[in-house]
């Protein structure tokens, strides 16, 4: 009895560690990216006083892409190693409220991000199109300032009548043959359900439709240069090529993060499932990712890279002389 004890105490801290280590990794590959981003243009805000509106939207997107991770971290940590603190009813509430905000706040300025992109770049001769592609650089400000608050109101909506924690079992103590504790999550679907999509909607629908629009547009273009095309490719139609080919990975992780993050919220099973597990992996994969691909896919961003590399690396050979 005391052998099986110990192995099953061992393949449980065996697992433990490796959903740690990963998702720790995941997390901090997230945290250098959007961290480097947000220095990037942090401090080109400081130096030139002010921000173009695409620059300020990275620098809003890049900021709460680095509390998202720095705060996955702090629950997978609470979670894992103090589960007697994170399943307390009143603390999970709020962890999971904070996630919530903080993944509404993401979704918004990824979808405004996109808005204003696919109005700056995009060729289309409507009227109404024309008129938000001269005025998107006034409204940011306001409809960035609106997003957080929509954000926080949708997110505390959660905090009455939807979760509800209780376990099942007693709490293992050190060297002793007594059960593990259980933690279940008792979830109010409907109301899950309801206020998930209300706080989803929009920014998703945005996204989409910003997204699509964009890719459409270009590649409409592209078409037309290959049509006209004599010769060697066109380096612009290069650049539009990549811009779809961002475009359609942006949108592709965005979506799976939308829901990956509601099949989280709603997993009315033990808390440490498979699929449990499996969501927060692609929940801390999706901020990390396109922090990523930002820095590989901007010209300016991967120049500033090239530079942090290069000085990182003359330091390191400084201090090994």
């Known amino acids: 009895m005391a052998t099986d004890n110990r192995e099953a105490t061992g393949i449980a801290s065996f697992k433990n560690t490796f959903i740690l280590v990963v998702f720790g990794t995941e997390c901090m590959t ?6 480097f981003i947000m220095a990037v243009y942090g401090a080109k805000w400081i130096r030139e006083k002010r921000l173009p509106t695409g620059d300020s939207l990275m620098l809003m997107l890049s900021s709460s892409r680095l509390a998202l991770q720095i705060w996955l971290m702090v629950t997978i940590i609470y979670s894992y190693l103090f589960p007697v603190i994170y399943y307390q009813n009143l603390l999970y509430k709020l962890f999971t409220i904070m996630l919530l905000f903080l993944n509404y706040s993401n979704l918004w300025f990824a979808a405004w991000l996109n808005v204003f992109y696919c109005l700056k770049i995009a060729n289309f001769a409507q009227p109404l199109f024309l008129m938000m592609k001269k005025k998107i650089s006034v409204w940011i400000p306001w409809l960035m300032s609106l997003s957080l608050l929509v954000s926080f109101s949708m997110s505390f909506l959660f ?3 939807t979760f509800n924690i209780y376990a099942n079992g007693s709490f293992p103590v050190p060297n002793s043959n007594s059960t593990e504790k259980k933690y279940i999550v008792e979830i109010n679907v409907v109301n899950l359900s309801f206020f998930y999509y209300m ?7 945005l996204f989409i439709m910003a997204a699509t629009l964009l890719i459409v547009s270009l590649k409409r273009h592209t078409m037309h240069m290959e049509s006209n095309a004599t010769g060697s490719r066109d380096p612009s139609m290069e650049a539009h090529l990549e ?5 359609s990975y942006f949108l592709i992780l965005y979506i799976t993060n939308a829901i990956t993050l509601f099949i989280f919220m709603s997993n009315t ?8 597990i499996l969501c927060r992996f692609i929940m801390g994969a999706y901020p990390a990712s396109h922090s990523v691909q930002l820095i590989l896919c901007n010209p300016g961003l991967r120049r500033a890279w090239k530079r942090f590399q290069h000085r990182v690396q003359h330091y390191l050979r400084g201090q090994t002389h």
Do not use: A, N, Q
Not at 30 to 35: C, I, K, M, P, Q
Not at 199 to 205: D, E, S, V
Not at 269 to 276: G, K, M, N, V
């Open 199 to 205: 706080g989803i909607l929009i920014p998703l629908t």
């Open 30 to 35: 997230g945290v250098l990216g959007s961290g």
């Open 243 to 247: 811009v779809i080919k961002s475009t």
């Open 159 to 161: 905090f009455k009548d």
């Open 269 to 276: 099973s033990e808390i440490h499932t498979l699929s449990s």
